[in-house]
């Protein structure tokens, strides 16, 4: 079926460090979406991206969408103790309103 | 402004019985999505909302429901719990389906 492959699946970086995670697919997406969720909350939506190319910066943050339409990357730049919890990518089908989702990349950071 | 609702925050419920569980989105927003969140299988799409039609559909049985009132909120119904249906269940909502969802806190469910 369609899916995202997001990978890390998990991350162990030491405070300060970079970060940087991925999604491909077979598909072609029109959108792409990177979202963080922590312990007991919803998704949170950090980035979002709607040409193929685009480069977009959210603070630390950096996504990009890949040329071919069916990657995208994000990178964290001088990791803090905050950025840990789970981060999501998603793609959104051309023609269609249906958003799927990566299984997610687990970020833990050491002190 | 209020974010996404979702009622109750916490749910047991017993193998059999069915289970209702309530969204309200963003003030404006026309669009809800459902969404069921597992350790295994992360988060997979139920259905989506708009303006009262539901305009996708996932691949869950069909003891998974929803609809849409037409002040935008939006419930979805499980009959027939099973073990496997112990999930957390998160609601999103847009303005348009072209932006990126909001989601809310979500809705624990265990079935014992």
């Known amino acids: 079926g369609q899916q995202l492959n997001q990978s890390p699946q998990s991350m162990f ?6 970060v940087s995670m991925n999604c491909t697919s077979s598909s072609i997406f029109n959108t792409w979406l990177w979202y963080k969720q922590e312990p007991g909350e919803g998704p949170v939506l950090l980035i979002a991206l709607y040409k193929a190319g685009e ?28 950025d840990v919890g789970i981060y999501f990518c998603a793609g959104r089908f051309p023609g269609s309103d249906k958003i799927i989702f990566g299984k997610g990349t687990r970020l833990h950071i050491l002190p | 402004k209020a974010g996404v609702t979702q009622t109750p925050r916490y749910l047991i419920k017993t193998r059999g019985q069915q289970v209702t569980l309530s969204c309200s989105p963003i003030s404006g927003h026309r669009s809800v999505s459902w969404y069921q969140q597992t350790p295994g299988q992360g988060l997979q799409f139920l259905f989506e909302y708009f303006s009262e039609t539901q305009r996708n559909k996932g691949n869950f049985p069909g003891r998974f429901s929803g609809r849409q009132f037409s002040n935008s909120r939006s419930e979805m119904n499980v009959s ?10 998160l609601c999103a909502s847009s303005i348009l389906t072209e932006d990126g969802y909001t989601f809310g806190s979500g809705t624990r469910l265990t079935v014992v």
């Open chain 2, 80 to 89: 027939t719990l099973e073990l496997g249906d112990s999930a957390l269940y």
């Open chain 1, 13 to 18: 970086i030491q405070e300060g460090e970079d």
């Open chain 1, 55 to 82: 480069l977009t910066s959210n603070g630390r943050l950096t996504a990009q969408f890949g040329i071919t339409r069916k990657d995208s990357f994000l990178n964290i730049s001088a990791s803090i103790p905050s």
